[in-house]
C-alpha cells in the first residue's frame, strides 16, 4: 500500500514562493501517477497540479499556470509543486495523491482516480 507524506507547507508573505515535495513509500514509484490538490478552509478540494508515471506529462491547473512547476524524482520517490509568486487566494491545505490504476499514464483531473492520499501540509499567504 501506497503511503504519502508531504512537506514544506508554511506561512510566507504574498508574492513569495514555496517548494512542497511529497515522499511516497510502499509501492513502485515509477509506476505512479502524481497529483497535487488543495482545499481551502470551508471549500472543496480541487485539482493543482498533475504528472504522469512516466513522468512524460504534466499539467497545472487554470489557478496556478505560470507561477507553479511540478516535478518528479524517481530516485528520490518525490514528487514536488514550486509555488511562486504566492497570493492570499494560494492559502490551503495541499494534499498529494497517487494513482496506480491504468489511468496513471494519462493526466487525471478527478480526485476519485486517485488511490493514495497524504495527510496535507498547511500553506498559509499573508497579503
Known amino acids: 500500500q501506497v503511503q504519502l507524506q508531504e512537506s514544506g507547507g508554511g506561512v510566507v508573505q504574498a508574492g513569495g514562493s514555496l517548494r512542497l515535495s511529497c515522499v511516497a513509500s510502499g509501492g513502485t514509484f515509477k509506476l505512479l501517477a502524481l497529483a497535487w490538490f488543495r482545499q481551502p478552509l470551508g471549500m472543496e478540494r480541487r485539482f493543482v497540479a498533475a504528472?504522469?508515471?512516466?513522468?512524460?506529462?504534466?499539467s497545472l491547473s487554470d489557478a496556478v499556470k505560470g507561477r507553479a512547476t511540478v516535478t518528479r524524482d524517481d530516485r528520490k520517490n518525490t514528487v514536488y509543486l514550486q509555488l511562486d509568486n504566492l497570493t492570499p487566494e494560494d492559502t490551503a491545505v495541499y494534499y498529494c495523491?497517487?494513482?496506480?490504476?491504468?489511468?496513471?499514464?494519462?493526466?487525471?483531473?478527478?480526485?476519485?482516480?486517485?488511490?493514495?492520499w497524504g495527510q496535507g501540509t498547511q500553506v498559509t499567504v499573508s497579503a
Open positions: 495523491a497517487a494513482d496506480s490504476g491504468p489511468s496513471r499514464w494519462t493526466i487525471s483531473y478527478n480526485e476519485h482516480e486517485y488511490d493514495a
Open positions: 504528472i504522469t508515471a512516466s513522468g512524460s506529462m504534466s
